[in-house]
């Protein structure tokens, strides 16, 4: 851009410079009101075409002010024309070679002034040149400063503990900043996707998800600046996730065709691809995309503007299932890594988060995916032992099956007639087949109580599993019967709390949804 630009300052005083040569000694009497005619139409039609280029464009809105350097050529089409009048004025002999020798910088002007404006209003360039990595550093570390100022207030009133008590919830820190008031990038940004989305221009919309991508990294890789600035770091991240989200929910009411949320969404699923992620699958952003994703795909199936999120069952699976081979993995080799079996088995409920919502918007054939991603994924989770994943699936799928049953939801397919929630047993029982490869003499086997758990809150009676000598299958699955009434025994779990309160679910009673959590009682 600068040589282009050098270039044409050049030619212009080179053509100046050639122009008075050739006039030298001639009379330009004859064609001085042409010359001063035409210096005068160049800047008018110039200033013209600037204002209609700008008013015409589909992304008028990103140039929100008047750059130095256009103010220049607008101040330099207004003034050179009126210097030969000057000069006819103080010296007419020479006013006419002067409107010659100024005819080729006003055409410059007016040249630079169109490409100026051309250039401002090109997305893809004002995105290079705003979201440069420098500006981003800067943009987040002045987002750090703003918030550690709120952090200090909020330590300020968790001080007043001696004289007012301060509920639980209190105590974390929430930031009130979402933005800078000068200068925000997150503004930028929301600006081109959103007049990209209104304008139908997908090539723009892609590369502006590559600059949101770049800009959520970066606020997510933010480096610790001094000791227990904690809240600092998780207030940069809060407040780039809830920009994030709140422009998900703008796209989602504007894409009546879905095209731009499905764009969005191969966007994250391809992060949470990448080696980075897979890599760090407990990392705070890939925590974050893990939701955010969850969320486009539920809105995908509850406003039925796009097809059924497959993709991002498919990436949340696949997530989970290289997470838990590369723990167990490192178990094996002798690492600490129990807590992340723990953390990595809550990525099973965004599948169970799916599936509830498929329910609700009636994508029966989503449900079933669902609940066979919940089998594959409990299955492997049993022949690799991790025993939390396995119940994480237990639980989802009871839910699941307890839902679809309430709802009275049959098979999408329409050659089978079996109700959804048998297919959830059904799939239970996938993953209860390699629980008991490693059974033991008596009978019991992994998580064996578990899932009898699992199995009497789906039915609502209470359940066991026996292994049965000399038949094939080994091991199955009877009701308990009550003696006294002569009847399946139906399935209630009690909780005592303190002080004689408590609370109990009778799954029996299929009208009552209440989730509980699936504990391990082996």
């Known amino acids: ?50 204002y209609f280029g700008h008013q015409l464009s589909r992304y008028k809105s990103i140039l929100d002010r008047v750059t130095g350097r256009q103010w220049l050529n607008i101040g330099l089409l207004i003034a050179l024309p009126f210097v030969p009048l ?73 001080n007043n503990i001696k004289k007012f008590q301060i509920p639980l919830h209190a105590w974390s820190f929430e930031t009130d900043t979402l933005g800078l008031a000068t200068n925000d990038l997150w503004d930028k940004l929301t600006v081109v996707v959103k007049q990209s989305v209104l304008n139908n221009d997908y090539p723009v919309f892609q590369t502006t998800l590559e600059y949101i991508m770049n800009l959520i990294k970066c606020s997510y890789e933010l480096k610790s600046k001094k000791t227990d600035d904690y809240q600092e770091l998780s207030g940069v991240r809060s407040m780039s996730h809830k920009r994030l989200r709140g422009l998900i929910h703008w796209i989602q009411e504007e894409d009546k065709e879905g095209i731009y949320i499905e764009a969005f969404c191969n966007k994250l699923c391809g992060h949470l691809k990448s080696h980075e992620a897979l890599e760090k699958p407990l990392e705070n952003l890939t925590e974050s995309i893990m939701s955010d994703v969850t969320y486009l795909g539920s809105v995908m199936l509850v406003t039925k503007q796009c097809s059924e999120p497959m993709k991002v069952l498919n990436t949340v699976h696949a997530v989970i299932e290289l997470a838990i081979h590369k723990i167990e993995k490192d178990i094996k080799d002798g690492h600490e890594r129990t807590l992340e079996k723990y953390n990595i088995a809550g990525y099973a409920y965004l599948i169970k988060s799916l599936g509830k919502d ?82 033991v003499q008596d009978g019991a086997f992994m998580l064996k109580a578990c899932a009898e758990r699992a199995y009497s809150r789906l039915r609502g009676y209470s359940c066991s599993i026996k292994h049965q000598q000399g038949m094939n299958p080994k091991f199955w699955i009877t009701q ?29 009673d299929h009208n009552d949804l209440t989730e509980y959590v699936l504990f391990d009682h082996d």
């Not at 100046?16 to 000694?25: D, E, F, K, V």
């Not at 049953?405 to 048998?422: A, D, F, Q, S, V």
């Open 480 to 508: 308990i019967n009550d003696e006294k009434a002569g009847k399946p025994e139906p399935h209630v779990e009690e909780e005592q709390g303190r002080y004689g309160y408590s609370g109990k679910v009778d799954y029996s």
């Open 86 to 158: 000057l000069a006819f004025l103080i010296k007419p002999a020479f006013h006419a070679y002067i409107a010659l020798v100024l005819l080729p910088v006003v055409i410059y002007s007016a040249i630079d002034n169109a490409r100026l404006t051309a250039r401002y209003l090109d997305p893809v360039d004002y995105l290079k040149r705003t979201l440069t990595p420098k500006a981003i550093n800067t943009y987040i570390n002045d987002l750090y400063k703003q918030i550690a100022f709120e952090v200090h207030a909020h330590k300020k009133y968790l």
């Open 358 to 439: 498929a329910t609700k918007s009636g994508h029966l054939h989503f449900v079933y995916r669902c609940m066979e991603t919940l089998s594959y994924l409990g299955c492997n989770a049993a022949k690799l032992g991790s025993r939390q994943t396995v119940v994480a699936c237990f639980e989802c799928l009871v839910q699941l099956g307890r839902i679809c049953r309430k709802e009275k939801l049959g098979c999408y397919w329409g050659r089978c007639i079996i109700p959804l929630h048998h297919h959830a047993e059904e799939f239970m029982g996938h993953i209860l087949t390699w629980l008991v490869q490693k059974q």
């Open 1 to 50: 851009m600068i040589g282009v630009t050098v270039m044409y300052r050049v030619t212009s005083l080179l053509l100046s410079s050639l122009l008075a040569w050739l006039a030298y000694g001639k009379n330009l009497n004859e064609i001085s009101s042409w010359l001063i005619g035409i210096n005068f139409t160049a800047a008018v039609f110039s200033i013209n075409f600037t």
